[in-house]
């Protein structure tokens, strides 16, 4: 086999059937520390424990682990590391704890006994690891663990939100054949910004400078947004993008299931999770008494739905992500059933973002690979004009040849009551920042926030000509300096 990537313990190989293989060696732990891993559940007293899950901001709660076994384990070359084994070992994962802690990986699925266990590696994508459970007790004992540690009952299946913001959906007997199955969506530490999204192609300036004037709406006119796509395609992280692309004095009131976005550097977000008694349709109807200036659902599935577009029919701004391949199916899960929104009531949508992954040149990459225009609707049918089109050939977006993002400019420029050539002055204005900020490596979430942040209030300042001809010579992908 082929070495295509070490790092720590980690080899990624390709297979004699030319697919890679995950393989996890054992870390040179001295004996005194195996000991320290073995016994790392008495580390953490109920009253620690308990603290940890009460704190709110989620990405934090690790740090707050972190800081609570450094206290407490000897200082050594393998401190770091031992650390992080320690952590997935007290949040339940035992053997799996090692998968848990690697940051290139999104996904860890265990299908059963004597079958490998499975990772989705950033890189590389799908791959068989060598680890593989020999019984059925060996998984069970991961299943309790992880369960008594989150207060659930052991059930044929069991869905949950892990301490540290990963999801867990548990199938045991007498569903699954092979015996009980995990698979573990892990919380990303962070998500990428805009101008990450922009350096690894996800889309280019052009449409990300469209987005966001859309969001921002020129303070006058925000676009409500739909951000749609498969499983994994990058629903999530798109919406943060763009969220923190809204002006910092807004409002932002963020719903969630399982808390994902992070919208680090801003003073005004309210971030709320479902609890028991408390769904996703009750805090979306909350939110209306809150004065929002936006309203954002991590992700649309049910009954929420209506209350959320019920929102934006009385004048509130909206932006969610949905399960849906491609615009005109998006609208069609609106209108069915679980969530049942009129057709009326859906043309309150101005944009529809459909992202995509798939292997290109045997790499998985994300794209947005469709951006939709509403344009109305005659009937009972959603008038749908799609503006932005992905070309494999080109890997990019580009635009619609019959209807192009002139006309949603066209619309800006009739709301906001000024002339459509001061609209593509804003544009540009937008364009010739991102381009800038992705030239100067400013891929921080905090950093890119204040940034945005000194545009906002310095926006009449800023020299709308130099922004113009800046923007026309760069409208390819920016590069990296």
Not at 18 to 44: A, H, I, M, W
Not at 52 to 79: F, H, I, Q, T
Not at 193 to 219: H, Q
Not at 330 to 341: C, G, H, Q
């Amino acid at each position: 086999m082929e070495l295509l990537e070490k790092y720590g313990n980690k080899r990624v190989m390709l297979g004699d059937d030319g697919l890679p293989k995950y393989f996890v060696d054992p870390y040179p732990f001295t004996e005194e520390e195996k000991k320290l891993l073995q016994n790392s559940d008495r580390l953490f007293t109920p009253v620690e424990m308990e603290s940890v899950k009460r704190e709110p901001d989620v990405s934090l709660r690790s740090a707050v682990l972190e800081e609570y076994l450094k206290m407490k384990l000897p200082d050594s070359k393998n401190r770091e590391f031992l650390v992080e084994a320690a952590i997935s070992r007290v949040l339940g994962y035992g053997v799996l704890g090692d998968l848990v802690i690697d940051q290139n990986l999104e996904e860890i699925m265990v299908n059963g006994v004597s079958i490998p266990v499975y990772v989705f590696h950033k890189k590389y994508g799908m791959c068989a690891t060598n680890i593989i459970f020999d019984n059925r007790d060996d998984i069970s004992r991961i299943v309790s663990k992880i369960c008594w540690i989150h207060g659930k009952d052991i059930e044929p299946i069991v869905d949950l939100s892990a301490i540290d913001g990963s999801r867990i959906n548990i199938t045991n007997d007498p569903i699954a054949i092979h015996g009980p199955s995990l698979t573990i969506r892990k919380q990303k530490k962070s998500l990428h910004t805009i101008t990450e999204l922009l350096y690894n192609s996800t889309l280019d300036v052009d449409l990300a400078a469209l987005l966001w004037l859309s969001v921002d709406g020129m303070r006058m006119a925000p676009a409500n947004v739909l951000i749609a796509g498969m499983i994994g395609s990058g629903k999530t992280t798109m919406l943060n993008a763009l969220v923190s692309l809204t002006p910092p004095e807004d409002r932002i009131v963020t719903i969630e299931e399982t808390p994902e976005l992070q919208l680090s550097g801003r003073g005004n977000w309210v971030p709320l999770t479902c609890q028991k008694g408390y769904d996703m349709e009750a805090l979306v109807r909350n939110t209306l008494r809150m004065r929002p200036n936006r309203i954002v659902v991590g992700e649309i599935r049910g009954s929420e739905a209506m209350a959320l577009f019920n929102a934006m029919n009385v004048g509130h701004k909206g932006m969610g992500t949905l399960h849906a391949n491609s615009s005109r199916e998006a609208i069609s899960r609106l209108e069915s059933p679980p969530m049942n929104v009129p057709t009326r009531v859906i043309t309150n949508l101005d944009l529809i973002v459909i992202m995509s992954i798939f292997n290109y040149h045997g790499i998985p990459v994300r794209r947005v690979t469709e951006v939709t225009e509403i344009g109305g609707r005659e009937g009972e049918t959603v008038l749908l004009g799609t503006i932005y089109q992905w070309d494999p050939k080109r890997d990019k977006a580009i635009e619609n040849a019959e209807r192009s993002p002139t006309t949603y400019l066209d619309r800006l420029a009739d709301k906001v009551k000024i002339s459509k050539r001061n609209v593509v002055v804003e544009l540009n204005k937008r364009k010739a920042i991102l381009v800038d900020l992705v030239n100067r490596s400013v891929f921080d979430q905090k950093q890119l926030a204040a940034t945005i942040g000194e545009f906002y209030r310095n926006e009449s300042e800023f020299d709308a000509e130099l922004a113009k001809e800046f923007a026309k010579s760069t409208s390819r992908n920016p590069e990296r300096s």
